[in-house]
């Protein structure tokens, strides 16, 4: 089921944007529009977003990620086309109902979001429900509780300034979970973090997304995170969606050279999986024991490999052959030669 749906989405910032529009629609290019001083931001945006998945949107810096990211709440009206939120187009709701739906349905967590340095952390975590108008209690009840999901659990009466930038990430992650809002939207919100947090932070929130089942719309510029997190991915360039898909597609098959050679450096073994890279074939080979399952990376195939010729046995989470991986195949994947999945 579709929680969020847009719909040809444009925005554009300047001049005459409607007029930008029909011209974008009859062919013009972005730089054509920028020379008379008006920028096409989202041009003809068509995606939907999932209940329960991880939609992340990457593309280098001025692609329009922001920007499209913040049409989704209602924050920046469309110029034109739609945004449907549970089937409710957010761009005919007057300016109470979107209110209410931005601070119940969905939540925001940003870059450098501001936490209130004169607050106590657990004060920051509860200011989204303090905004809703819920009582004392029950704000503090609650933000302790996304506190302690967060990992800050013994925090709650420090200052801001009191903890490391993780941390203040983590206490504004704790500010979105605490409003119950199950959208997320989170704009480069690790992108701050020295490389090691990062990794940490994007790993709990997959631990925390295998439990809450939110439904997530992730941007950011870093590939690697995008992979590692994506559920599926919208590659952005100049304003356009480039390729959706997931992280195998994407480096699969590439939609065109502008993405290929942007996924040319990740390291393909990581995501490259058992399942996407063996030759399909059904009923029953004998178990050897070296058998792994479909979302096994590849490079974890290595060391099997390295013990026999045999083919590895690739099975269903219910132990179902599901195809086989001879050694060449393997070494082909590796080497990047594989296009069937
Ligand atoms: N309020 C605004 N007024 C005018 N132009 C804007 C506005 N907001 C964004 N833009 C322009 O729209 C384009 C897209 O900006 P946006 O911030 O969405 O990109 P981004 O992909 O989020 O970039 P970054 O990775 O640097 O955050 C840029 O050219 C930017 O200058
Ligand atoms: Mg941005």
């Known amino acids: 089921m579709s929680r969020l749906e847009v719909e040809h989405l444009y925005k554009i910032f300047g001049r005459r944007p409607?007029?930008?529009?029909r011209w974008l629609e009859e062919g013009a290019d972005r730089a054509e529009l920028r020379?008379?001083?008006?920028?096409?931001?989202v041009i003809d945006a068509t995606f939907d977003v999932r209940e329960g998945e991880i939609f992340v949107v990457m593309g280098l810096s001025g692609s329009g990620k922001s920007t499209l990211l913040r049409t989704l709440n209602g924050l920046l009206e469309p110029t034109s086309g739609r945004v449907l939120f549970d089937g409710h187009d957010l761009t005919a709701l007057g300016p109470r109902e979107l209110r209410r739906v931005r601070s119940h349905g969905i939540s925001m967590v940003f870059q450098h979001f501001a936490l209130f340095p004169h607050r106590s952390v657990l004060e920051n975590a509860a200011y989204g429900l303090e905004v809703q108008g819920v009582d004392r209690a029950e704000r503090e009840r609650r933000a302790t509780e996304a506190l302690e999901l967060t990992g800050l659990a013994g925090w709650e009466k420090s200052w801001p300034d009191e903890l490391s930038g993780g941390m203040q990430q983590r206490v504004g992650l704790a500010r979105a979970l605490a409003t119950d809002a199950d959208l997320l939207?989170?704009?480069?919100s690790f992108s701050a973090l020295d490389p090691l947090i990062r990794r940490d932070m994007q790993d709990q929130l997959l631990e925390l997304q295998k439990r809450l089942k939110k439904t997530i719309v992730f941007i950011t510029h870093d590939l690697n995170e995008a992979m590692r997190l994506g559920d599926r991915i919208a590659v952005m360039r100049d304003g356009r969606i480039v390729q959706i898909g997931t992280a195998e597609e994407i480096l699969l098959r590439p939609a065109n050279d502008y993405v290929a050679s942007f996924v040319?450096?990740?390291d393909r073994s990581r995501v490259l999986t058992a399942g996407a890279v063996m030759e399909k074939c059904a009923g029953d080979a004998d178990?050897?024991?070296r058998s792994v399952t479909m979302d096994t990376p590849i490079a974890d195939l290595c060391a099997l490999s390295a013990d026999s010729d045999e083919p590895i046995a690739v099975r269903s989470d219910e132990g179902k052959l599901k195809g086989l991986i001879p050694q060449q195949t393997l070494l082909a994947a590796l080497?990047?030669?594989?296009?069937?999945a």
């Open 18 to 21: 409607e007029t930008a529009v």
């Open 35 to 41: 020379d008379s001083g008006t920028t096409a931001a």
């Open 185 to 188: 939207l989170m704009d480069e």
């Open 264 to 266: 040319q450096d990740v």
């Open 287 to 289: 178990s050897s024991g």
């Open 335 to 340: 080497a990047g030669e594989v296009t069937h």
